[in-house]
Each structure stands twice: as C-alpha cells, then as structure tokens.
C-alpha cells in the first residue's frame, strides 16, 4: 500500500474523509491526529488544519501538505514547515457559505432588521426610511474565488459592486480596484466593507485607523478574512466615534475571542465563531483525490500554494 494519509486537525475528528479519499482513491492507511498517528515515518501525505509548530517537519518521508482551509496562513506560520508540495483545498461549497455569510450581514444592515428587531421588542409598527439598492455601495476586499463569488451574488442583486485585490482583476458587472494607490479611491465609494484577503505578510493589519477614516460615515464592516487584518483598538475606536457604523466580525486576532474581549459587549459588534465557511469533505474531496493521484503518478498538482506570495 502507498503511504498513510495523515489528517491533523484537533477540530473534527476526520472520519467524513476517510470515508470519501477511501471512496475515491482504494484502500487507504489513514491516520488522524485524535487517533494517534502511529510510526509517523509512513505518513506522505498530511491534511492539516493549523497543525502545531514543527509537527510537519517530524514527518520524515512527507511528499504533500494540503491546507484543509482554503486560507494557508496556519501553515506558513510554521517556520519548520517542510520543504514539501503545499496544495490548499478549492471546496465550492465552502466558497457557497462564505458568501452566504457576506449576503446575510449586507443585507441585514441595509434592511435595518436591528432597528426592526428593537421596534417589534417596543410593539412599535414603525417603518423606517429606506435606503435604494442602488445607493447602497458594496466593497469586497480580495478577489480569489471567494471574494469573486461574493462580489458577483451582491451584484446580482443590484447594488453597485466594487472589489480591490492586490493585482488587477476584472470581473463582469464588478468595478475592481488595485494595489495601494487603488485602494483609498476603492474605500470612498463603499458603505459596506467585506473583507477575504489571504492573511499575508503585507495584508497583516490592513484594517487600522488610516482604511477606516478613508471609509465614508457609517459604512458597515464584514470580516470573514482573518483576524490578523484588523488592528482591533483601531475598530472599536472608530465603532466608539460612530465612524463606523457597525461590524460582523467571524474572524479575531486570537481565537476562541478571549472572554474579556470587548467585541463581546460592544452594541455594535456582531461575532460568530470562525463558522462563515466549514470545509465541506463533500465538495472538497474531489481535488484532493485529484492531487493524491497525480502526486503519486508524478503529475503536476492543482491549487498549489506559493509560499512567497503566502497563498
Ligand atoms: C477557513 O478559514 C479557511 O481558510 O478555509
């Protein structure tokens, strides 16, 4: 038999996967870190999800590492990570619930349905004035697949579109913007800011002061990127100054968010536990297989990370 299958994930407990690699690819060695992974020379493959500092590198006979995300920052920050192919899933179905969670909170804010929620608790039938899709600006930060999915669908709806990347790009009914002289004339124009950048060593703490100030007042902020894009006093201190008019924030600096934290309590920070895309096995098994095959037969792989872009 080739070599084990290691899945390295302390969040879930891998047996969807090997069910589905078993399925696709015969009979498989699969180990899993919950398990115990055994003589871990036999491992050639990994799995991994935010894997502990230099527990690739011990991995003597590792040939692929695939990102079980499709952001590859948990691995990069492994500064023993091995000098082996990196592969990051492409999982459609994790592309579908991010920009569901980006639609959801867009739509949320533009429809008011806080102010709604507080009126029903009051028993107040009371209207409030309405903002045209038209005129409600939407910015999405990145355009990989995710940032093009979620792009597209707000479009799709009516509102005006912009996406900024670190490249340019372009993408149907979408305005894109590029690089750092792009990105101030990309915040004038967006009152709901989402962002699904890869966390890079250039992205790290792009949401400060100096973004939120160039956002027009009021602008709504959806973060389902990374944690390590916002420099968290500068947001509070702008949702304080009424700046910023309110956040949905999935992602944070240190997770689980620390129970002092103050996006706990803040009126206007909504949280959610690193939930607006769950690899799916089902949907993201396939370009694994795909890869497992080819790595095994000599053949270029697909989704390959570049560790000096960092993703
Ligand atoms: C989730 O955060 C991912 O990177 O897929």
Redesign the pocket.
Known sequence: MAGAIAYISRDTDGLAWNKLLAEGLGPIDFRTLRAGLGNTDDIEIALA?KPTPGLLASFRNLKMIV????????LLADDKLPDVAIT??M?EG?VGQMSEYALYWGLWHHRDIEKYAASQRAQQWKPEEFVDTIHRRIGVMGLGTIGQDTARKFAALGFPTAGWSRTAKTLPGVETFHGADGLPKFLARTDILVNVLPLTRETRGIMDKTLFAALPKGCFVINMG?GGHVVDDDLLAALDSGHIGGAALD?FNVEPLPPEHRYWTHPRVHITP?M??Y?NPRTASPGVIDNIKALRAGQPLKNTVDAKTGY
């Open positions: 999800w990102s079980l995300g499709m952001g590859v920052d948990h990051r899933i999982d994790l990374r992602v690193h607006a895309g690899t």
